[in-house]
């Protein structure tokens, strides 16, 4: 069900430390998205705090889309997926790879709500798709894709009736 291989062909990640950067097939994913604009966002992350994986997993799925790549700041050669998401049945599932994004909050000023703006936006986005509930009857979804700091969230729901 995960969006990866979990095979036994991980690799330690050593205490080495990685970079979060938009994927090049998750860039407009909310998710990877800490500003509006591209340049921004770009800078947004750029000035993330290093994080660790513990394993080093590069097995994902056929149907998988990487959002987030982990890049080692010791070797530039040195890419891994970070968060990976594949579509499952009328859901998605997703796996994150390092452990320590607290990272993200501790380590940055207190007025940088990256960390904030990065776990709404994956969790929105949990909500964003439509969520089977009793035999197909309800369904939920937020909206706008992009949620910034200090703006509203309206949040739909449908309910279809049958007689």
Not at 12 to 25: H, L, M, S, V
Not at 53 to 63: A, H, R, S
């Amino acid at each position: 069900m995960l969006p990866i291989y979990i095979n036994g062909n991980a690799t330690p990640g050593d205490n080495q430390e990685f970079k979060a950067a938009p994927a090049d097939r998750g860039r407009d994913h909310p998710a990877a998205r800490l500003a509006e604009q591209a340049d921004a966002n770009q800078k947004a992350w750029e000035q993330m705090p290093a994080i660790t994986l513990p394993e080093v997993i590069n097995d994902t799925k056929p149907g998988a889309t990487v959002i987030l790549e982990a890049r080692s700041t010791k070797d530039r050669n040195r890419v891994a997926p970070l968060l990976v998401e594949e579509r499952y049945g009328r859901g998605r599932t997703m796996a994150l790879m390092a452990e320590d994004t607290w990272r993200w909050r501790m380590m940055l000023e207190f007025s940088n709500k990256s960390f904030e703006t990065f776990w709404r936006n994956l969790m929105r986005r949990d909500g964003h798709s439509r969520l089977p509930m009793l035999d197909d009857t309800h369904c939920a979804g937020f909206s706008p894709d992009f949620f910034g700091v200090a703006q509203s969230l309206e949040q739909t729901s449908r309910v279809r009736v049958r007689l």
